[in-house]
Nanobody, 123 residues
């Protein structure tokens, strides 16, 4: 079992920055991927970015590439999402997820989910 707890959401002005954290606990071994998804009101949950737990390989959606950065703090078992140059269209609930296997842009194949943290970007 893997437990995920997101923190760091809030209100930010367009063009500003925000950092989300995902605290990871439980049994997460080699072969796992941790990622971030987001879901705006009335829309489907969409892939944002992921990182391989061992190795650190990353995968970004084009919509956030060059603006968002995912990283892992191994000492604290935390995955960070640094969001820069945010836009109103980044407004959504952001979810941390984990799966045993390679990154997958579909939400269905992910095994574990956090409760989500809301990000609102004002224009």
């Amino acid at each position: 079992q893997v437990q995920l707890v997101e923190t760091g959401g809030g209100l930010v002005q367009g063009g500003g920055s925000l950092r989300l954290s995902c605290a990871v606990s439980g049994t997460i071994g080699s072969g796992y991927t941790v990622g971030w998804f987001r879901q705006a009101p009335g829309k489907e949950r969409e892939f944002v970015v992921s990182i391989r737990w061992f190795g650190g390989g990353t995968t970004y959606d084009d919509s956030v590439k060059d603006r968002f950065t995912i990283s892992k703090d191994g000492a604290r078992n935390t995955v960070l999402l640094q969001m820069n140059s945010v836009k109103p269209e980044d407004t959504a609930a952001y979810y941390c997820a984990a799966r045993q296997g390679l990154p997958d842009r579909r939400a269905g194949p992910w095994d574990y989910w956090g409760q989500g943290t809301r990000v609102t970007v004002s224009s």
